[in-house]
Nanobody
């Protein structure tokens, strides 16, 4: 299972970026999707998630600035990031999780780097 993330880059503080992650159609509609991020020297942490029924959850640090959404027709999950801060600098990873045969399956994308700097 391959997840393809894109949309990272360099942006000034206060700017915006939108990340995209495409997952295989065979799993997307049944998957809970998440965006995690890992800053240098820190553990990977959840930024935002959206369940298969579109219930969303956000880390306190991004609430009000980030919006996660999904388009089941395009097998794509998005992370709209506004009012970016230097502390949002990290590699962002998308994740797909679902239950199959009684066990939880988790798959990761390759990561996309977001750098917030003037």
């Amino acid at each position: 299972v391959q997840l393809q993330a894109s949309g990272g880059g360099l942006v000034q503080p206060g700017g915006s970026l939108r990340l995209s992650c495409v997952a295989p159609g065979s799993i997307f509609s049944i998957s809970d999707m998440g965006w995690y991020r890992q800053a240098p020297g820190k553990p990977r942490q959840l930024a935002a998630s959206i369940t298969s029924s579109s219930i969303t959850n956000y880390a306190d640090s991004v609430k009000g600035r980030f919006t996660i959404s999904r388009d089941n027709a395009k097998n794509t999950v998005y992370l709209q990031m506004n009012t970016l801060k230097p502390e949002d600098t990290a590699v962002y990873y998308c994740n797909a999780g679902f239950w199959a045969s009684g066990s939880r399956r988790n798959y990761w994308g390759q990561g996309t780097l977001v750098t917030v700097s003037s």
